[in-house]
């Protein structure tokens, strides 16, 4: 499955990724708190040129960033409609500034990365007994793994459809796409059962 | 090999699937048929724990699998019927690897072994594909390489051929027969199993013939007439 | 959590990302299009029930968050959850626990179809639309500074089609539980 990570080797990319969550959420909670369009820019501009000196080009960077663009425009002009310019500049930069430095943490960290730390952060949870770390990494994978096969049945059961020339609907393409993924859940259970991965070390 | 069923019964919904059974397996290759619903393939499944006795005990190479199902599955792996719901991870050396997570071998120990299972079933050049793009018979020796790279003593099968086309059910056929393991073969495929050294015959939750493959397959031809 | 429950889970998590690579459809009379993914949250309650469908749905989170462009059109990463919309994709979770527990109280297999897709569509209307929904504003509203009124606004042209989608998904709630009933959770 593709990723949004980017490969490169970058100061940010070498940095492991539980400074760069905290740094993140530091950052995020300091957005929040300013509400001077001013600063607010500035901290947009900032985030725009870290995001550049990732290099991504500028197909690419806009293919990632155009749907959460485009909704902080219409935010920002709904905001400008019934709160006036003062608080859409405020809602745009900041929301802005939010996205850059965000995206520039998704693309500097890749998914194996995160599912580490991830795992390392529910450590604690496994000692109170909420949930155990290693079944993250696990169901992460096998959703991972079982996406093509689902997209290959609701292929397969559109084209049954349309080969009995009935007009695909929501309904008749859920159902039989549920039924049919979730009832092999026993046996894939069992065969994790079977080898022994969820077993008590 | 040394498993043994001591009136070991097994029971589903209130209803009893497998009567008290009582016997030892000790064969290199064995062989279980039987209708559908005759229990054939709970008994396989209380082997190796998936299926707890509600009476009786079962024990695999003096392990009981009430008490130490974990030890029992390690003494005994288990292949499924359907080859997609066994690999369970995007790309296959990961899937292989996991097996061997609880062990904590260097890194380095974990990629030689999972070359080298790949490499004993002919898929080597497989390692780095994804699950999806893989045939039926692909992913059951893919299956079996996982099953099999933690070095278990024993190897049950249930229907491992039964959704495979011709060449991939030859395939699978062919390898089974390689296997240096101890071999428990559940198979609606009689010529899979028609060399095997016992057979074991199921009808209706109890066992109605065990013996060579000649006799026990002409008693299960009358029993399916 | 039982083998079974994670698989389910994640075999569900699975389909909702399917949904999310599915078009959207355009009906005539709502001026929104409708996306699939919303309406697999509400099946994950619904046919799952609240603790393994709330899972299903942080398992689609989590692969969001560590950069996955699982949502449709192919989003993905921290960004969306910096987007004024993030409420309603963290709300997505509340949305399956709270469609899911209700679906474990109102939804029983002894009872006949209309009563079972009713039972359903307000626990997926509870869930789907009043919880994402006042999620979904509530962040809207904090993260423009505008009021909560006026954030309800923004959102009002969404509430029909997601109205539709808790009917669809009472509809095959009950259809699936009929093939393959999952509720009540079975130990």
């Not at chain 1, 369009?37 to 293919?63: K, T």
């Not at chain 1, 008749?172 to 069992?190: C, F, H």
């Not at chain 2, 009430?66 to 030890?71: A, H, L, N, P, Q």
């Not at chain 2, 599955?73 to 719901?85: C, L, S, T, V």
Request: proline share 4%; with cysteine.
């Amino acid at each position: 499955m593709k990723t949004l990570y980017v490969e490169g080797d970058t100061f940010l990319h070498r940095l492991s990724p539980r400074p760069k969550l905290l740094g993140l959420a530091a950052v995020s909670l300091t957005l929040f708190l300013i509400h001077s369009p001013a600063v607010l820019s500035g901290a947009a501009i900032l985030g725009g040129f870290v995001y550049a000196s990732l290099r991504l080009g500028w197909r690419q960077s806009w293919l990632r960033l155009r749907p959460i663009v485009l909704t902080i425009a219409i935010v920002a002009l709904f905001t400008l409609a019934f709160n006036g310019p003062h608080d859409a500049l405020v809602a745009a930069t900041r929301l802005t500034a939010l996205a850059f430095f965000a995206a520039v943490v998704t693309a500097t960290t890749s998914t194996g990365d995160f599912i580490d730390e991830i795992t390392r952060l529910a450590m604690p949870l496994e000692r109170l007994g909420v949930v155990k770390a290693a079944d993250i990494g696990l169901s992460i994978g096998l959703v991972i793994r079982f996406v093509p096969e689902i997209l290959s049945r609701y292929q397969a059961i559109r084209d049954a459809h349309r080969a009995r020339g009935l007009r695909p609907k929501p309904l008749t393409l859920a159902v039989p796409l549920i039924i049919l993924t979730l009832k092999n859940a026993d046996e894939i259970a069992a065969a994790i059962d079977a080898r022994g991965i969820r077993a008590q070390k | 090999m040394d498993i043994r069923f001591e009136q070991a019964e097994a029971r589903f919904e209130g209803r009893t699937v497998v009567h008290p059974l009582t016997l030892s397996l000790t064969e290199r290759r064995i062989g279980v048929i039987g209708l559908n619903g005759s229990g054939k393939t709970t008994f396989a499944r209380m082997i190796n724990g998936l299926v707890l006795p509600a009476a009786g005990r079962v024990t695999v190479n003096g392990f009981d699998t009430v008490k130490d199902g974990d030890k029992v599955r390690g003494q005994a792996g288990f292949i499924f019927q359907n080859p997609q719901n066994q690999i369970i991870l995007p790309i296959l050396k990961e899937d292989i690897a996991l097996g061997l997570k609880s062990r904590k071998l260097p890194k380095a120990d974990t990629e030689k072994a999972v070359e080298a299972v790949l490499a004993r079933f002919g898929i080597a050049d497989l390692g780095e594909r994804r699950a999806h793009e893989l045939s039926g018979g692909e992913l059951q020796l893919a299956a079996l390489a996982s099953v099999l790279v933690t070095r278990p003593d024993i190897l049950i099968m249930d229907e491992p051929t039964n959704q495979l086309d011709l060449r991939n059910r030859g395939l699978v056929e062919r390898t089974i027969h390689g296997l240096e393991e101890n071999v428990i073969v559940i198979s609606h495929d009689l010529g899979l199993i028609a060399g095997f050294d016992r057979i074991l015959l199921f009808h209706e939750g109890r066992l109605a013939h065990d013996g060579v493959p000649a006799e026990v397959i002409a008693r299960y031809h009358e029993l399916a007439a | 959590m039982t083998t079974r429950d994670l698989v389910l889970a994640a075999l569900f998590a699975a389909i909702i990302v399917a949904l999310g690579l599915v078009p959207p459809i355009m009906l005539g009379f709502i001026p929104v299009p409708i996306t699939a993914q919303s309406l697999g949250v509400m099946l994950a309650g619904v046919i799952l029930g609240a603790k393994r469908g709330g899972f299903a749905v942080l398992l689609v989170l989590l692969l969001v968050a560590i950069g996955l462009p699982v949502l449709s059109g192919g989003r993905g990463g921290l960004a969306t959850f910096a987007s004024p919309t993030a409420g309603y994709l963290v709300g997505w979770f509340f949305a399956a626990v709270v469609t899911g527990y209700c679906s474990e109280r109102f939804v029983d297999r002894s009872q006949t179809g209309i009563v079972q897709i009713t039972g359903f569509f307000l626990a997926a209307l509870l869930g789907g639309v009043v919880i994402d929904h006042a999620l979904g504003v509530i962040y809207l509203a904090y993260v423009t500074g505008t009021g909560l009124s006026t954030a309800f606004i923004g959102d009002l042209s969404f509430i029909p089609g997601d109205v539709l989608k808790a009917m669809i998904a009472a509809l095959a709630g009950r259809a699936v539980m009929v093939g393959y009933p999952l509720l009540p959770q079975r130990a």
